[in-house]
T-cell receptor
């Protein structure tokens, strides 16, 4: 079946550092890809998405590019802030609308 | 309300007890999903409704799990004879239509602890 693998955390960075969280997927066909974020005490929120190969999703300074050839959707941000500390989930949407999530990556940003 | 609302936020159940978890989706949203999130893991799909029709229940782990959405709005996830392995956060999400092209909005979840 379809699956998502993302890098294990926690990832600890200093403020203004560059962030990469790796995500690769296994799927039949060409699913839509997503990054969700869960801030402490809050529900999952959509961060960005890409629906086809070579699409770049972006939001709040975060970016991810749908790479069909490497089946990847790595999350990047050029300069992280303390307020970015959260758990980040990579996900794909299968036919039938359900989401398949990775295990999540904890990001901690120190001031 | 403005978002997806779940109740209760926390539930402690004794092993063998039945529980019912409620989800109030965003008003007018056609699609509703239930997910189970074990500690340190990503959410895993349980079941999906489009209006009152349960179109996919392939993720329900056993026949002790039952979900309904009788009027196409509020949904209830029921777990009978709870076991310790049922301890998890149960997430509800809704989206505007059934096309898969609209964003899924998640509630804060119900944390179930079976003791």
């Amino acid at each position: 079946g379809n699956s998502v693998t993302q890098m294990e955390g926690p990832v600890t960075l200093s403020e203004e550092a560059f962030l990469t969280i790796n995500c690769t997927y296994t799927a039949t066909g060409y699913p839509s890809l997503f990054w969700y974020v869960q801030y402490p005490g809050e529900g999952l929120q959509l961060l960005l998405k890409a629906t086809k190969a070579d699409d770049k999703g972006s939001n709040k300074g975060f970016e991810a590019t749908y790479r069909k050839e490497t089946t990847s959707f790595h999350l990047e941000k050029g300069s992280v802030q303390v307020s970015d500390s959260a758990v980040y989930f990579c996900a794909l949407r299968e036919y039938g609308n359900k989401l398949v999530f990775g295990a999540g990556t904890i990001l901690r940003v120190k001031s | 309300g403005a978002g997806v609302s779940q109740s209760p936020r926390y539930k402690v159940a004794k092993r063998g007890q039945d529980v019912a978890l409620r989800c109030d989706p965003i008003s007018g949203h056609v699609s509703l999903f239930w997910y189970q999130q074990a500690l340190g893991q990503g959410p895993e799909f349980l079941t999906y409704f489009q209006n009152e029709a349960q179109l996919d229940k392939s993720g329900l782990p056993s026949d002790r799990f039952f979900a309904e959405r009788p009027e196409g709005s509020v949904s209830t996830l029921k777990i009978q004879r709870t076991q310790q392995e049922d301890s998890a956060v149960y997430l509800c999400a809704s989206s505007l239509d059934g096309t898969g092209n609209t964003e899924a909005f998640f509630g804060q979840g119900t944390r179930l602890t079976v003791v």
